[in-house]
């Protein structure tokens, strides 16, 4: 796994300021954002350590010029179980992603039967 930066901040509007900054500033890739209530979003980034560590000193520099930025970090090498944390989706060993999304396609094309009136 490459590396993982993180920038959590309070607002949306600085949130997306920071992944914008980040991205053009160096060669990283935005992996997604978490969003946990209360207006606090986590920027998470990939790349190599140096461009990771990069992207995150701008993207914290930007964002906190239009909110609060409450935290940064990188992750140099994560752990391959980081990924649990990430995408809790893929979590379960026996059910992958591709599992849920053929299951959800299967269950939009299987016709629900209708139950007798009484």
Do not use: N, W
């Amino acid at each position: 796994m490459q590396a993982l930066g993180f920038i959590e901040t309070k607002a949306f509007v600085a949130a997306v300021e920071a992944a914008d900054s980040a991205l053009k500033s160096a060669s990283v890739s935005l992996v997604g954002y978490k969003s946990i209530g209360g207006a606090m979003i986590t920027v998470i980034l990939t790349g190599d350590v140096s461009a990771v560590k990069a992207g995150v000193e701008a993207g914290a520099s930007s964002a906190s010029a239009v909110g609060k930025v409450l935290a940064s970090q990188v992750i140099a090498s994560p752990h391959e179980d980081m990924a649990q944390i990430i995408f809790p989706a893929a979590k379960s060993c026996d059910e992958t992603p591709v599992a849920k999304e053929e299951k959800a396609d299967e269950a939009k094309t299987t016709p629900k039967r209708k139950s007798p009136g009484i």
